[in-house]
């Protein structure tokens, strides 16, 4: 669909504004070290908080935009992101089974990828690989994410990575 990448029209840019990206961002922060608090008081060990709160929810990260491509109906959307979704997912897993930084760097580098979303930014780099961009109404969406996700992998590197958390898996 060429229409993907058009330029926003003056309705779609009253929706779209660094402020109101910023304060996603702010509120992306604040939900994760919510989530994380709340992980405290269900999940009795640190392995299940890692496991959970950083591993698995990570999985399903990628969904979100995989759902956009199948919404636009783009195939080049669509491979580009079932492809994401599952290298992520993979990544993870290696992560968790292996190495704990490699958690905490798919959570850093992931914020990139949400920038492919936004309406507004990185437009020509996500036309050229096929990124589904989200409506305008909900630019606040990728940056909301990219708050969480620098958050989530700086508690990682802060907190997991220091207790050398081992699953015994290989």
């Known amino acids: 669909m060429a229409d993907e990448y058009q330029a ?7 929706w779209v504004s660094w402020k109101i990206d910023a304060i996603a961002v702010v509120f992306g922060v604040v939900m994760c070290a919510g989530l994380n608090f709340a992980y405290n008081i ?6 299940m908080r890692f496991l959970f709160g950083s591993g698995l929810i990570l999985s399903g990260v990628g969904a979100e ?3 956009c491509a199948l ?4 195939v080049k959307s669509f ?3 079932f492809n994401i979704w599952f290298f992520v997912s993979l990544l993870v897993a290696v992560g968790l089974a292996v190495e704990t930084p490699l958690v905490a760097a798919v959570w ?3 914020p990139i990828y949400d920038l492919l979303h936004h309406p507004a930014y990185m437009v020509s780099a996500a036309e050229k690989i096929g990124a589904a961009k989200v409506h305008p109404k909900m630019s ?3 940056m909301w994410c990219a708050g969480v996700d620098v958050a989530q992998g700086t508690w990682i590197l802060y907190h997991f990575w220091p207790e050398n ?3 015994n898996l290989l």
Do not use: A, K, R
């Open 71 to 74: 919404m636009n109906g783009n």
């Open 8 to 14: 926003l029209s003056p309705e779609d840019t009253s």
């Open 108 to 110: 850093l580098i992931h």
């Open 79 to 81: 491979i580009l992101e």
């Open 165 to 167: 958390l081992s699953y």
């Open 140 to 142: 606040w969406y990728p």
């Open 42 to 47: 269900v999940f009795p060990t640190e392995h």
């Open 65 to 67: 935009y995989f759902g």
